[in-house]
């Protein structure tokens, strides 16, 4: 693995909120096109990584490199527009506007067209073209008019990664989409996830270690703030320290 | 924010409606409606920032009596044309949007409210004591110079021309208000209003946007501040106090800050309530109150919005009944 098609660089990071180190001595690595997940118990500290990446805290030592430029302490819409794209574990969308709107909000910023006002939102065919096809590619065309916070669960999560994917990122990051659905609504976000994301660096969160194996082609387990273990789903599979503490010697949760 | 249930053929309608308005009305009512005009731009303006950007501003008068102070200031000393005064009474109140701005749209929530509040009392007091420019408490009186058009000369002393002259300057700024409403840059306003940190992590600069959103809100409400003062012809610090600015706050909230033209209704109701009361009620200002308190509590989306529930209700009826 040479270092040129490395999109995402981390070496030895740390993050401490008032002396309570939660990242610590962090190092990963994402190559294009690749799929990795995050695992580990909760509190871990696999969301704080990922508000490292995408700017929400500065790490407290330790730099992040994406494309080869240093990206750590950048505001998180710059790291944005660099190419990386984040969801949430907690749905967040703009429940007061439509479902339609939510997406479109995301093609103007991915278009640079952001204090625009030459031009009426209604009259721009290209941006409103675009909202429908990543409306068809997550199944929300139907629901295009109504508003995001009426939708049920699974369909707001779905909405969330539509957000994520339609300012056409070269890195997803993806914190837990499957979180608090049913086994039902979970294969077909993950299907969906699938046939979104080809191609794409995918960076995800996940608990359900049948989404994990079935996505990631690469598996980092986080624990206490570190990297425990690294590598191929079987690899990760076997390991011992990861059974140890994370997959419970046998036991499947 | 809900669709507007306005067509444009409901606007023609209205436009045609005010320009035949002074054959239908007489002086008295005719300056009346000057005023609902007036205080309709200054409600929008503020609207942009709490019914679409959901701010909470309580010193939106500081920019609204900036403009006005300037452009009276600038007829006066400088004889310059009244659109130009109000134009750049218009830039004043853009001006000290963007400079308080800087620091207020930083903040969210009780922090936001008040600084605000305390920026407003800053430029009041300012008013107030300088008076070798502001007059201080006596303000400035002049007189409304006449409007020269391609060689004519508009008496605009003339309640009629003023009058139209006032719809012109109105119809024009509520249009670029609406059409606002209508751009990218209107649609992010509502997605920050909705949920700023998710706007953040699709790429906007939330806080440059909001900034320029409080310049443009600072800008109209400066429009609005030279025609009021031009009306009067005359400025003083109640342009500029905190009277002022619950004013524009209760017009915009009686109105309902989540449909456009709400502010509208507001800023006419206001007017009209104050027109009644004042002449009939010594303590009218209770009044005001009461109406303002029973709207807090039982239609806190406004009378537009207490309009748009009973509608639903009644759509609803009535297609309950044609199934039955």
């Given at each position: 693995m040479n270092t040129t098609s490395k999109l995402l660089d981390i070496h030895g990071l740390y993050k401490d909120f008032r002396g309570v180190e939660v990242i610590k001595d962090l190092s990963l690595s994402v190559c294009q096109g690749e799929r990795h997940a995050i695992i580990g118990p909760n509190g871990a500290g696999k969301t704080t990584f990922f508000n490292l990446i995408t700017g929400r805290y500065t790490p407290s030592k330790g730099d992040i490199y994406f494309e080869g430029r240093k990206i750590s302490g950048m505001t998180p819409h710059r790291i944005n527009r660099m190419g990386i794209s984040r969801s949430f574990q907690i749905t967040n969308i703009f429940p007061g506007m439509t479902v339609f709107e939510n997406i479109r909000s995301a093609i103007f910023s991915k278009k640079g067209?952001?204090?625009?006002?030459?031009?009426?939102?209604?009259?721009?065919n290209d941006v409103n073209q675009e909202t429908e096809d990543i409306l068809k590619l997550i199944g929300l065309d139907s629901q295009h008019h109504l508003l995001a916070g009426s939708l049920d669960y699974g369909a707001q999560r779905a909405l969330e990664i539509g957000i994520t994917l339609a300012t056409d990122p070269k890195m997803i990051m993806l914190d837990e989409p499957t979180a608090g659905m049913s086994i039902e609504e979970t294969r077909e976000i993950v299907a969906m996830i699938d046939r979104t994301t080809q191609g794409k660096a995918l960076l995800i969160i996940e608990h359900d270690m049948e989404v994990v194996f079935s996505l990631a082609d690469t598996i980092s387990v986080i624990h206490y703030g570190t990297v425990l273990a690294s590598g191929p789903p079987e690899d990760i599979r076997n390991d011992a320290t990861v059974k140890e503490a994370y997959l419970g010697e046998g036991s499947t949760c | 924010m809900h669709r507007s249930r306005f067509t444009w053929l409901q606007i023609v309608v209205v436009i045609l409606l005010l320009l035949v308005l002074p054959k239908l009305i007489s002086e008295y009512r005719l300056n009346l409606v000057i005023t609902m005009m007036i205080y309709s731009i200054f409600a929008l303006s503020y609207n942009m920032l709490f019914g679409q950007g959901g701010l909470l501003s309580f010193g939106h008068a500081a920019y609204f009596g900036f403009g006005a102070y300037t452009t009276v200031i600038l007829i006066k000393q400088l004889e310059v044309s009244l659109p130009l005064g109000i134009m750049l009474g218009g830039l004043a109140g853009a001006f000290l949007g963007c400079a308080f701005g800087v620091f207020v749209v930083r903040l969210r929530g009780v922090a936001f409210a008040l600084l605000t509040l305390a920026f407003n009392q800053l430029i009041y007091v300012t008013a107030e004591k300088w008076r070798s420019v502001t007059g201080g408490e006596d303000g400035i009186a002049f007189m409304r110079p006449n409007l020269f058009l391609g060689g004519w000369e508009i008496d605009l002393w003339a309640t009629l021309n003023w009058y139209y002259f006032v719809l012109i300057v109105t119809v024009f700024s509520i249009g670029c208000l609406w059409y606002l409403t209508l751009t990218p840059l209107g649609r992010l306003n509502l997605c920050m209003r909705e949920n700023e940190e998710r706007a953040r992590f699709i790429g906007y600069n939330t806080y440059a946007s909001r900034l320029l959103i409080y310049t443009l809100a600072g800008f109209f409400a400066g429009i609005a501040g030279g025609l009021a003062a031009s009306f009067q012809e005359f400025v003083t610090t109640t342009f500029i106090n905190l009277d002022k600015a619950t004013d524009v706050l209760m017009m915009t909230f009686i109105g309902g800050?989540?449909?456009?033209?709400g502010p509208v209704i507001g800023a006419c109701a206001l007017t009209l309530i104050n027109d009644l009361l004042s002449s009939w009620l010594e303590r009218w200002a209770i009044v005001q109150g009461g109406l303002f308190i029973l709207l807090v509590l039982y239609a806190p989306n406004g009378l537009s919005g207490l309009y748009m529930s009973i509608r639903e209700r009644w759509d609803a009826q009535k297609r309950g009944n044609t199934r039955s």
């Open positions: 067209i952001r204090w625009s006002f030459r031009q009426r939102v209604s009259t721009m | 800050g989540g449909t456009f033209f």
